[in-house]
């Protein structure tokens, strides 16, 4: 019986096969002495793939000035240096930066934070969110209700969590089908208009709906999404802890969408995989509702690890990596082959295949027709993690194109000997 308890899986009879001993560049390396190309960038976060010297030299850097500190009444460097990098680099709304520890309390402070502004606005009526089925937007009891209520892992719980409103996730793709495009944006301008005197915000994860399907939309329509928040004064929230840094081909999602959220939320990809940390930033507008002459306007959360010195260090060391290096144009070609060789595979048991930016997903008819793909994957020297009807993948931005068709390749044989 595991002493560990692993993550989306059932316990009983589990056998873990696979332990890794080391990680370097975009490989895994086995106990048994294979090496395993991660075509997932661990759940989508290693994107400058693994033991980077640079950002293992300047976590190293760090750990010998300080590993922690709280945040609480003090503060530090790192973190005031990468709280004016993301406002630099964020859309312009974006001037405020609050850091937590995970994607999911970086949701669960956004959530908070567009709740008490209007309670600081004196209209405490608007605390409701509406959201996309198909919606993932982490495990933690208040995202949970965000997160798709029907079709999602979350449905157990669906009777003592928050009550939140859900739209059809946007039908009209990637790039826009322009009858579907107006279908989708009539749904919500209706919906607005119904009960925007509930709303306290609209959140999305732009463009590319992550770990509830990969349903990928328009920029089109996130740009006439935030004209109809503002019309009927509902904040919009970008959940970016799986878009951000580069995966749907810019550095943010909202970055193609021409608008500014009011809030955004930063994970995975922030700290390169070295640790947890996320960034949750707002308007000034939001960041000034808070100001009062005692505490009952402050924004009472604070994670403990909020601001960590090492994971800011890191995180910066990231940025800074990704901007010289021109990963935009890493992922660009990346985009390219995953265009030119996963739209050759065909199989009767494939409903569709879509690719957007460093991300390329096979989605199947039927579930089963996926059994036995991690054990072949890994046979050929490949690591993938499919789930419900979706194999995918997101590889580190440094992958080589010759390793890239490896991870292809995989994925064309198996679906051959279906």
């Known amino acids: 019986m595991s002493k560990i308890w692993y993550p989306y899986a059932q316990m009983k009879n589990l056998d873990v096969q696979y ?5 370097k560049g975009t490989c895994l390396y086995l106990d048994n002495g294979e090496k395993l190309i991660d075509a997932i960038s661990s759940w989508w976060c290693v994107i400058h793939g693994y033991n980077h010297p640079e950002i293992t030299r300047s976590a190293k850097q760090q750990l010998d000035k300080m590993a922690h500190v709280m945040l609480g009444g003090l ?3 790192p973190a005031c240096s990468l709280a004016a990098k993301l406002v630099e680099i964020t859309p312009y709304k974006l001037k405020h930066v609050f850091f ?24 405490p009526q608007k605390h409701k969110f509406l959201a ?4 993932y937007h982490g495990d933690t009891c208040g995202v949970m209700s965000i997160s798709d209520p029907d079709d999602g892992m979350h449905t ?6 928050a009550e939140n409103y859900f739209l059809d996730a946007p039908e009209h793709g990637y790039p826009a089908k322009e009858k579907y495009l107006v279908t989708d944006l009539e749904k919500l301008d209706d919906f607005l208009r119904n009960h925007h005197y509930e709303l306290a915000a609209f959140i999305v994860e732009p463009l590319m709906q992550a ?13 006439e999404a935030g004209k109809l928040c503002d019309k009927y004064n509902v904040l919009l929230i970008f959940d970016e802890v799986a878009t951000g840094f580069g995966r749907t081909g810019t550095l943010f999602a909202a970055d193609q969408t021409k608008t500014s959220p009011d809030i955004m939320i930063l994970g995975k990809g922030l700290s390169a995989g070295y640790t947890g940390i996320s960034a949750t930033l707002a308007s000034t507008e939001i960041f000034e509702s808070f100001y009062g002459p005692d505490e009952s306007n402050a924004f009472m959360h604070g994670p403990t690890f909020m601001g960590n010195p090492l994971a800011c260090a890191i995180a910066l060391k990231s940025i800074e990596i990704f901007e010289r290096d021109q990963y935009l144009a890493k992922i660009s070609k990346i985009e390219s082959v995953l265009k030119k ?7 009767a048991k494939i409903k569709n295949i879509r690719v957007l930016g460093a991300t390329g997903v096979i989605e199947v008819k039927e579930k089963s027709s996926l059994a036995g793909i991690q054990e072949f994957a890994v046979k050929n020297g490949i690591w993938l993690r499919p789930f419900g009807n979706y194999v995918y993948t997101m590889p580190p931005y440094i992958i080589e194109a010759k390793e890239l068709k490896m991870i292809t390749e995989t994925l064309s044989k198996f679906f051959k000997r279906l």
């Open 19 to 23: 332990k890794i001993l080391k990680a």
């Open 132 to 135: 996309f089925k198909k919606a």
């Open 341 to 347: 060789e996963l739209f050759k595979i065909s199989s």
């Open 75 to 77: 503060t530090h460097n």
């Open 156 to 161: 157990l719980f669906k009777d003592i969590i």
């Open 211 to 223: 770990a509830g399907g990969f349903n990928f939309y328009s920029a089109e329509y996130l740009k």
């Open 100 to 123: 937590a520890d995970s994607g999911s309390v970086g949701v669960e402070v956004a959530l908070k934070m567009a709740v008490q502004y209007w309670h600081n606005m004196n209209q």
